[in-house]
């Protein structure tokens, strides 16, 4: 039996206990099904590299919970980067390289339950407590998300407002949070009531209201400018969601890319992101 089979097989099977449950203890169900969902299965690090190692390590506390934070220090203007989900630091580090020749200093972090910080959970509000934590603490001028970081990026700034960002880079972000639900109901085959719980999960407890928690509404509440960039062949979250977005907002330019799929590992991404953040 195939790794991928056995995955779906338990995904079905968790699913028929959440439906069982839902009729017996519909909050306890409702909350096992947020937990499932908000817990990343990797992304995790036991041990940091030495490309990390060699940063300073500044680790603030978010709800009690230690997240870690690495600069770079330099004399040029501070950049925050923000990875997505089942990611950390790491990730950036093509685009570190290339940013701290160009004298930026750079400031990056492991969210929450990533990397080697603390907690079991993660969703965007909580992930913009950390950003704006860090933006406090440092002062950041521009902001750079990927995928679910991009998503994040979007919904902090359009909720908090930061008055010292000047400009956001964007990549590979998906567009409706409802689609990752939708898509989570049925790997799990939750019936209506199940899921009917589950999203009150997110509005109860951290007022997110699932229909129009999506990037191309945080897009229209954004002032400072942003560049979006995606690949068009990207099969983790397709190329639609960066249209989506553009055509709320057809004033945001969109870099379209070919062939370096959801990852965007290219020194052509780096070149079009200073070159943005430059001009």
């Known amino acids: 039996m195939s790794k991928k089979l056995r995955y779906l097989l338990l995904a079905k099977s968790v699913g028929i206990g959440l439906n069982l449950l839902s009729w017996i203890q519909p909050k306890k169900s409702a909350r096992i099904a947020y937990r499932l969902f908000s817990h990343p299965r990797k992304g995790k690090r036991e041990f940091l590299p030495d490309f990390l190692l060699n940063a300073q390590q500044n ?11 690495y600069e770079w220090k ?10 997505g989900w089942e990611s950390n630091a790491y990730r950036w580090i093509g685009l570190i ?11 990056a972090l492991d969210a929450p339950a990533h990397g080697i910080s603390e907690g079991f959970e993660l969703n965007p509000v909580m992930y913009s407590k950390a950003i704006d934590k860090i933006c406090q603490i440092y002062e950041p001028k521009f902001l750079i998300g990927h995928s679910f970081g991009g998503f994040t990026s979007l919904y ?8 010292n ?3 956001m880079v964007i990549m590979g972000s998906p567009n409706k949070f409802e689609k990752l639900l939708i898509n989570y109901k049925h790997l799990l085959s939750l019936s209506k009531r199940s899921y009917r719980k589950f999203l009150a999960v997110f509005k109860n407890d951290f007022g997110i ?22 690949d068009k062949k990207d099969f983790v979250v397709p190329y639609v969601n960066a249209i989506e977005i553009n055509k709320r907002h057809p004033n945001i ?16 991404i780096h070149k079009h992101i200073h070159q943005f953040l430059s001009e």
């Open 156 to 163: 902090y700034q359009s909720t908090y407002q930061n008055a």
């Open 209 to 230: 209201d699932i229909p129009t928690y999506s990037a191309e509404e945080f897009v229209t509440k954004i002032q400072i400018p942003i560049m979006l960039i995606h």
């Open 253 to 268: 330019p969109l870099m379209s890319s070919e062939n370096f799929g959801h990852s965007l590992y290219h020194q052509s």
């Open 74 to 83: 330099n004399e040029g203007e501070k950049i925050l980067l923000v990875h």
């Open 165 to 167: 960002l000047h400009k």
């Open 97 to 107: 390289q290339f940013l701290k020749k160009k004298n930026y200093h750079i400031i």
């Open 59 to 69: 680790p603030i506390l978010i709800d009690e919970k230690k997240v870690h934070v």
